[in-house]
């Protein structure tokens, strides 16, 4: 009997792991929420665009945005140096249901993202300034 049960309870947990709902499906519970998907939605079509000025325009002035395998950290002007180049190199990206931390005007967004094979978490911390929200830096 309880070895029925691990087994249904492993079978579910191996099914419903390899699901992950689309940032699309993601109903925000706030205008912030609203606003932050929205800056999400926009750069996951930025990069799957490959439009580097779409992204680049999503990042704060003052951004520290981390970059490649060994995670070096940029200027916004530096990662728009290297943006074209990196959007050509790299396959489209697919962003899941974020779980979002809001507090004042800054906010921390965690959300998985699929980029070829490769999937793990992206955690963006967010910055308001007047009613819009930008990037300020990101981790993975």
Known sequence: ?????????IVIMAISCGR??????????????????????????????RDAVKIINLIHDDASIMAGRERKILTRAEYFNILPKRLADNPPIALGKPKMAISGGQAEVKVYITRGEYRGLLVFNM?????????QSWQY
Do not use: C, H
């Open 1 to 9: 009997m309880i070895k029925q049960f691990a087994f249904t309870l």
């Open 127 to 135: 910055k308001r300034v007047g009613d819009n929200w930008y990037i």
């Open 20 to 49: 992950d709902e689309p940032i699309a499906n993601y109903e925000p519970k706030s205008p912030d929420e609203k606003a932050l998907k929205s800056v999400l939605l926009d750069f996951q079509d930025g990069v799957n665009r």
